[in-house]
């Protein structure tokens, strides 16, 4: 059920968060949103048709909730596309259920940044990440200027999606998620953007806190991401040259693809546990 929103002078942001059987960090996700100091937002949530609580802890809190819905759907991206549909903002960010805004203040932070964007034609703004642990301890930041981000981009995912903002215009030219990938989809809609156009960096703003240990940070998804990865390049026309050259991130992603394919599931999170713990982050 919609609710009405009142549209001010400011831009209206849309959160849009996709969740299936995700009731352990879903109500964190919700108060993250509904805290926000900035009036001009909206929470659109599509659940997956689950059956762990998540429906309860959604009808629980309908009066922060602008959209839910509840039924079968074909993954991330096909929930994302399925909530634009509903949506109305301005700008529009992504989130699964197990990440949050970071603090009450980040609308706010973030607004004067989208502002200048559009001053400026770019349609693409976004902030630091910070990944976490199951407690909370923060493990590491991701994002930093585009100026550095832009040199890797055609490489590799260089600036952090949850933390990203985006135009509605993006949507109206370049279309909504291809839904035939499952794991860097995003990073595929971005490419459309980005591959020739210019993003913009929110200094010194840790917008969105990251649950380590996600889709894409799950061994087991690393081959099937390295395969998509190769699509992706190839839908895009992006050069030899680029798709050789050696990223910190492929390498890394193929050495822990190597590693678990020897060590398994169990020996692969005591590696992780133990390289976190050399790096000083216990």
Request: glycine residues 10%; aromatic residues 10%; charged residues 25%.
């Amino acid at each position: 059920m919609r609710k009405n929103t009142n549209i001010h002078d400011r831009p209206l942001i849309s959160v849009i968060v996709a969740v299936f059987n995700g009731a352990h960090f879903l109500q964190r996700c919700i108060d993250s949103v509904a805290g926000q100091g900035y009036p001009d937002k909206e929470l659109i949530i599509i659940d997956g048709g689950s059956t762990d609580g998540s429906i309860g802890i959604l009808k629980h809190n309908a009066d922060k909730i602008t959209y839910w819905e509840s039924e079968s759907d074909q993954g991330i991206y096909h929930a994302w596309n399925k909530a634009l549909k509903h949506s109305l903002g301005d700008w529009i960010a992504f989130l699964g259920s197990d990440d949050f805004l970071w603090n009450s203040e980040v609308l706010d932070s973030i607004e004067p940044h989208l502002t200048s964007a559009v001053c400026n034609g770019v349609r693409v703004v976004y902030g630091q990440v910070a990944f976490i642990d199951s407690v909370g301890k923060t493990l590491r930041l991701s994002g930093g200027p585009w100026l550095g981000a832009r040199k890797r981009f055609l490489a590799e995912m260089s600036i952090p999606h949850p933390g990203t903002f985006h135009h509605r215009d993006l949507f109206s030219e370049h279309g909504k998620f291809d839904e035939t990938f499952r794991i860097v989809g995003d990073y595929e809609f971005l490419m459309r953007e980005l591959k020739h156009g210019q993003a913009s960096f929110a200094k010194d703003i840790i917008t969105v806190g990251f649950q380590d240990g996600g889709l894409t940070n799950s061994a087991h998804t690393l081959r099937p991401a390295l395969q998509e990865l190769s699509r992706l390049r190839r839908k895009h026309n992006i050069s030899g040259n680029i798709i050789t050259r050696p990223s910190k991130v492929r390498i890394k992603m193929l050495l822990a693809f190597l590693l678990y394919s020897v060590v398994g599931e169990a020996g692969f999170s005591r590696v992780q546990r133990l390289y976190r713990y050399i790096r000083g982050a216990r």
